[in-house]
């Protein structure tokens, strides 16, 4: 399968199994996109009758880039096979290695956002806040499931995780005190508001997180509508001069400041450009998720509004590359020839099996986006995984698990989308986001043309 577009001044060509890419000339364009429907002599046709006022397009030059176009077949590079749909169901039956967790230490917020999806960091229940005695077991819970694998992620989360900040320390120094004895290496990231940033919290994330998540929607007015605290005050005057601070002294790396865009602010590149204007530079802004009656759901009339924003955000970040002040969007993270493997490019995330969020209580659940829906309640960190048909569920979960998945050229990028964003769309995991998907595919064709830009500049 191949996917063809064109965006930037660059006619571009995906082909889908191989993950190779091809920038070529309007006249080679058209080629590919009738090679596999017709014969040489209706392809040389059709190019004559429609290029045929070009001197440079003649009989033998088409029949030369069609000998091209052959030659790419047969390495295969375009028009490849695919040989992994096999295996990515082999591949999830056989995986029983925990790897990561995402620890919930505290149910509980300092702020109220409206949009919340854990209803204001509750998760739709009462507040609470993990003990030292839980969190201690959910890591003895990690390092037995986790077999030889020595490289282990832990994300403290919440909630807002710093309204628990004694017992995060207290986490990280037992993982730390048995590592070695365990013969294994934690990842910690943490994700706040920050709200509560001081001095001693700043030194210890330097010191302890590899990634730290900041929480900031954009531009004052803009973050201020959602991100307000119990009376109503909005967070931006209060958090932006700490996130500063914060991303100073991690030397301007490791860490991400991540947006929420809403119906009311289709253009978020506005607010990503903001951000990048105080100074931030490594950057993701995700799509709202919430039940389509709210004011602020995304609405069918916003995509054409949203694919020029993720266009016009290609073509800014290329423009600020070149005058030297480059930015980082997380969705445009691509790497076409090292990045991740076929395992992980057609199993998907690994929730519900290799992936799993801790409750205060103790409780498993596929990832935080479930917790509290007592269906997908997994099991808990004594008793370990106990609902295996829900985990069996999930491990169906692939870049080949739905049909519509299945004949998709991005199947290869999303590795099958988020298991959470089918099921609060459609009401099944196995069901298709096709929201999501739209605005997906169009991150990716951004995403492939600044990679296609940049060999160019090279």
Request: charged share 25%; with cysteine.
């Amino acid at each position: 399968m191949v996917h063809q577009y064109k965006l930037n001044g660059y006619n571009i060509v995906l082909d889908t199994c191989s993950g190779s890419v091809h920038a070529v000339d309007e006249v080679a364009y058209d080629i590919i996109a009738m090679y596999e429907s017709a014969t040489a002599d209706e392809i040389v046709a059709a190019m004559l009758e429609k290029y045929g006022e070009r001197e440079d397009v003649t009989r033998e030059e088409l029949l030369l880039c069609l000998a091209d176009v052959e030659e790419l077949k047969k390495a295969g590079k375009l028009f490849s096979a695919d040989p992994y749909e096999k295996l990515a169901y082999e591949y999830k039956n056989n995986s029983n290695v925990v790897k990561a967790l995402c620890l919930h230490v505290a149910h509980t917020c300092n702020l109220c956002c409206e949009y919340c999806f854990a209803g204001q960091g509750k998760y739709q229940g009462k507040d609470a806040l993990m003990s030292f005695e839980v969190g201690k077991q959910a890591f003895d819970f990690l390092i037995a499931n986790s077999g030889t694998r020595r490289n282990l992620e832990v994300d403290f989360f919440g909630g807002e995780p710093m309204m628990n900040f004694e017992v995060v320390k207290q986490l990280v120094a037992y993982a730390r005190a048995i590592e070695k004895e365990k013969g294994k290496n934690f990842r910690f990231t943490f994700t706040t508001n920050g709200v509560l940033l001081d001095d001693e919290v700043m030194e210890f994330l330097n010191r302890e997180m590899s990634n730290v998540v900041l929480s900031l929607d954009g531009r004052k007015e803009v973050n201020d509508r959602f991100r307000k605290n119990a009376a109503g005050r909005g967070s931006y005057d209060i958090i932006v001069p700490k996130f500063k601070k914060l991303v100073a002294s991690r030397g301007g790396k490791n860490y991400y400041v991540r947006g929420t865009f809403t119906h009311g602010n289709v253009d978020f590149t506005n607010d990503l450009f903001h951000m990048a204007d105080l100074g931030f530079t490594e950057l993701s802004m995700e799509p709202v998720v919430c039940p389509p009656d709210d004011p602020y759901a995304l609405t069918k009339a916003d995509l054409p509004v949203l694919f020029e924003q993720y266009e016009l955000l290609a073509k800014e970040m290329l423009k600020r590359e070149k005058e030297g002040r480059p930015i980082t969007f997380y969705h445009y993270m691509l790497d076409l020839k090292n990045g991740p493997c076929i395992y992980k490019r057609i199993t998907g995330c690994g929730s519900g099996t290799e992936y799993m969020a801790v409750t205060p209580a103790g409780e498993l659940y596929p990832c935080h986006q479930f917790v509290g829906d007592e269906k997908y309640k997994l099991g808990d960190v004594w008793n370990g995984v106990k609902n295996t048909a829900v985990q069996d569920e999930f491990r169906k979960c692939n870049a080949y698990a739905r049909p519509a998945c299945r004949e998709c050229w991005a199947r290869m990028y999303c590795s099958g989308g988020c298991a959470a964003n089918s099921y609060h769309a459609t009401g099944s995991i196995g069901g298709v986001y096709e929201y999501g998907c739209e605005l997906f595919k169009k991150r990716i064709e951004c995403a492939v043309m600044m990679q296609v830009a940049r060999s160019e500049q090279v």
